[in-house]
Structures are given as C-alpha cells and as structure tokens.
C-alpha cells in the first residue's frame, strides 16, 4: 500500500527532528527531500529549523525545483537544485538528505575524506566517503561538483560545508547520514589514540563479499577505482596501488640510491 502525501510530509518532519536533536544541524542548517514521482518532489523549506516543522511547513516542486505548492509564504530550500541533480543521475534513489554533523563536517572542513577501512559495518553499509570540492551554496557549483561522484557513492562531505546522503528511502537515506558522522567520529577518536588499525586487503575482500551476498541497494566502490579525488583521497579498494587509493605508494627507495650512484658515478669519470 502506497504511503500518502501526508504521511511522508510527517515522516520528513520527524527525521528533520531526529537530525536537530542529535546536533547535525544547528539553527536553519540542512535539507531533506523526498521524491513522489518523476515530476513532484516533496522538500523542507529554507529559512526554518528542521527540528520544528509541521506537516504544512512541506513545499512541492518539480524536477526543475520550481514550486508546485507551498503554504504562506514558505518556499523549498536554496539548495534543492544539489537534490535534484542526484534524482537526475541517480534514478534509484528516492531520498536526500544534507546535514552538518560535527565530526563529518569537521574532516570536510580538513579536507579529509573518509575512506580508511576501521570497521565492519562501515565497508559493508556505507563504502567511501569522499569529498565534493567547494561550491558556493545555492549556486549550481555545488551540484556540479558533486555530480561525478553520484554514479559511485551513496554519501560524500561537501569541503567546508557538510555532508550529504541519499537511497532508495527517506529512512535509508538518514541512516546514511548516521553511519556517516559515526564513522568520522570513531576515526576521530582513533586518531586521538595513536591512529586507527586498517583492514588488510583480504578483510577488505571478504567484507565486500557479505555486502554482496547482502544484496544492499545503492552504489558501493567495492571492486571500482574511480579517480575522482587525486592520491589519497579514493577508495579503499585500490590499496595504494592506484591514483585513488586512500594509501600514497611507497617510493621505490632502493631504485632511487642506485639511480643516485649511478650519476655520481657518471659525473667521476
């Protein structure tokens, strides 16, 4: 049985509560958007904080962003054009969320994107999590930005902003935003306490093996190397072995001394 307009304007509202309550947002921070059908996309409003919303605080718009219904004078959020653009190149999701957690937000703001492999449910449920380069807010430079890593990811921080989420369902979508700031604070913390123990490449392979037979929705950079973010800053996966691993290769010392000796050498004769 399909779920109501209604009902889904009411589930936004307690998820926007639940990000308020759990210090993901401060103030009038963060979006949430649902989609109906190709064309109306139900989506908080700008200027009001989500942890106070009634069902007819809701906007409607199309998949534009341009408003279909809104009641008062309340309008859909500056930053519905950075949800429509993962509705565009994402058909399999159905939620967006963007929030603020503190610790997420604070690697976005270091410019570190997640992407060491700490623990179980992170690698199976969640993957990477890497980091979209700046954009002005409400501006089309952060849908753009964010656009190639949209085909791989189902999470990514936005450098110096924030985070944002999005799957098949609201609900998925906000569990998304919760593994993610669980994840950068247990590797937060485990910075703090000499640096976290990383999974070795068969733990690795034997995790993505689970999420596979687990048939989890979504897009996971399991046995993909996308080169999006430059050394160090992909997936797990590679292993350093590539341009995307979140591991720099070692340098070749030995290659190294003998080229040396071979130019003194050289210049001796």
């Avoid at 936004?12 to 103030?27: E, H, L, Q, S, T």
Wanted: net charge neutral; hydrophobic share 40%.
């Amino acid at each position: 049985m399909a779920i109501n307009e209604y009902e889904i304007k009411k589930q936004i509202c307690d998820i926007g509560k639940r990000i308020y309550d759990r210090n993901m947002v401060a103030a009038n921070d963060g979006n949430i958007s649902v989609k109906l059908n190709d064309n109306e996309f139900l989506c908080t409003p700008t200027g009001v904080s989500k942890g106070f919303m009634t069902p007819e605080f809701i906007c409607k718009v199309d998949a534009k962003g341009n408003v279909l219904q809104a009641n008062g004078n309340f309008r859909p959020s500056s930053e519905i054009k950075m949800h429509m653009r993962v509705y565009e190149k994402r058909p399999d999701v159905g939620a967006v969320v963007h929030a603020h957690p503190n610790f997420a937000t604070a690697f976005a703001i270091a410019g570190i994107p997640l992407t060491q492999p700490i623990m179980p449910e992170a690698v199976i449920a969640l993957g990477c999590v890497p980091i979209a380069e700046y954009g002005t807010p409400s501006t089309m430079e952060i849908p753009d930005n964010v656009e190639k890593y949209l085909p791989y990811y189902d999470a990514v921080l936005l450098e110096s902003h924030g985070a944002l989420t999005w799957s098949t369902d609201l609900l998925a979508a906000y569990m998304k935003m919760e593994s993610v700031e669980f994840y950068a604070e247990l590797l937060y913390k485990s910075k703090m306490l000499g640096g976290p123990k990383e999974f070795d490449k068969e733990q690795i392979a034997k995790l993505y093996e689970i999420r596979r037979k687990m048939g989890l929705p979504g897009k996971h950079p399991a046995n993909l190397c996308a080169e999006l973010n430059g050394p160090g800053k992909g997936c797990h996966a590679c292993d350093g072995a590539c341009s995307c691993g979140s591991k720099k290769a070692e340098p070749d010392v030995e290659k190294i001394v003998a080229e040396v000796t071979k130019k003194i050498l050289e210049q001796m004769k």
